[in-house]
Nanobody
Framework: QVQLVESGGGLVQAGGSLRLSCAASGRTFSNYAMGWFRQAPGKEREFVAAISWSGGSTHIADSVKGRFTISRDNAKNTMYLQMNSLKPEDTAVYYC??????????????????????WGKGTLVTVSS
């Protein structure tokens, strides 16, 4: 089992920044690829970003490319999502998830993370206009 806890969400004005964290415990964090997904009210969950076990490879959704950065610190068992230039349409609950197998961005985008092995409970990000 892997336990995942997100933090760092909150209310921010458009154009502002937030950094989300995902703290992992349980099995070896570095064995898992990790991802961020989000779900806005009334919408399906969507892929945001993913990172490989070592952090050497990342996928970023087109909707946030150039504004969001995913990273991880395996020594701290933590993954991050740096979100800059936030827009009202970024408002959503953000979830982190662990995947035993690092997959393509196409897979994560098409499945919305349905194949991920473990999930956190989410953290709410609200961007005001």
């Amino acid at each position: 089992q892997v336990q995942l806890v997100e933090s760092g969400g909150g209310l921010v004005q458009a154009g502002g920044s937030l950094r989300l964290s995902c703290a992992a415990s349980g099995r070896t964090f570095s064995n898992y690829a990790m991802g961020w997904f989000r779900q806005a009210p009334g919408k399906e969950r969507e892929f945001v970003a993913a990172i490989s076990w070592s952090g050497g490879s990342t996928h970023i959704a087109d909707s946030v490319k150039g504004r969001f950065t995913i990273s991880r610190d395996n020594a701290k068992n933590t993954m991050y999502l740096q979100m800059n230039s936030l827009k009202p349409e970024d408002t959503a609950v953000y979830y982190c998830a662990a995947d035993l197998t690092y997959k393509s961005d196409t897979y994560y985008r098409r499945t919305g993370g349905s194949g991920m092995d473990y999930w956190g409970k989410g953290t709410l990000v609200t961007v005001s206009s």
